[in-house]
T-cell receptor, first 118, second 112 residues
Framework: GAVVSQHPSWVICKSGTSVKIECRSLDFQATTMFWYRQFPKQSLMLMAT?????????EQGVEKDKFLINHASLTLSTLTVTSAHPEDSSFYICSARSPVRGINEKLFFGSGTQLSVL | DAKTTQPNSMESNEEEPVHLPCNHSTISGTDYIHWYRQLPSQGPEYVIH???SNVNNRMASLAIAEDRKSSTLILHRATLRDAAVYYC?????????????FGKGTLLTVNP
């Protein structure tokens, strides 16, 4: 099946610094990627939809200036958490829409990035 | 989006079948039933999906009620590696964007 690689797996940073998370589709082109956030013992919450070559679409309540998303190529989307604070500590997960469309369409997920802000 | 209801948790023994239920009484005619699962500290992975007929693949089977108001994910022989949170999600086939809304899912514990 299709593979989505997410890097880094975990990161620890100081409060006030910025952190970049990369999401790559390794063997297919992904025109659309999604970024989710997951707090402990909770479900995944969609943060934004990333479309190649255009601005990301953010879900209500997600600060677009804080969570910068760039989808400059068909295989790479990045999420930058700017001026991170302890409350941004969470598990961030990216996913890519399969190249197959229609009834057999599915999402392929990265393995997630655990962000800890001190 | 139409909502799904799943038990918070279920327990099974290794090598026994597991039936994970999902209720979706407000499902529309164009909603597909998707199942994903999330292993500990991992991103979710696709399991199976269907519309009206029962579906089988190498991972699981999906049994869909005749009125489509409920479905059951069947793991024929649970292994320890099947311990995960299982999410039942409705996806409208008429939508142009594959945006999935995750509920709380069912935490499956598999006992050795």
């Amino acid at each position: 099946g299709a593979v989505v690689s997410q890097h880094p797996s975990w990161v620890i940073c100081k409060s006030g610094t910025s952190v970049k998370i990369e999401c790559r589709s390794l063997d297919f082109q992904a025109t659309t990627m999604f970024w989710y956030r997951q707090f402990p013992k909770q479900s995944l919450m969609l943060m934004a939809t990333s479309n190649e070559g255009s601005k990301a679409t953010y879900e209500q309540g997600v600060e677009k200036d804080k969570f910068l998303i760039n989808h400059a190529s068909l295989t790479l989307s990045t999420l930058t958490v700017t001026s991170a604070h302890p409350e941004d500590s969470s598990f961030y997960i990216c996913s890519a829409r399969s190249p197959v469309r229609g009834i057999n369409e599915k999402l392929f997920f990265g393995s997630g990035t655990q962000l800890s802000v001190l | 989006d139409a909502k799904t209801t799943q038990p918070n948790s279920m327990e099974s023994n290794e090598e026994e079948p597991v039936h994970l239920p999902c209720n979706h009484s407000t499902i529309s005619g164009t909603d597909y039933i998707h199942w994903y699962r999330q292993l500990p500290s991992q991103g979710p992975e696709y399991v199976i999906h269907g519309l009206t007929s029962n579906v089988n693949n190498r991972m699981a089977s999906l049994a869909i009620a005749e009125d489509r108001k409920s479905s059951t994910l069947i793991l024929h022989r649970a292994t320890l590696r099947d311990a995960a949170v299982y999410y039942c999600i409705l996806r409208n086939s008429g939508g142009s964007n594959y945006k999935l809304t995750f509920g709380k899912g069912t935490l499956l514990t598999v006992n050795p």
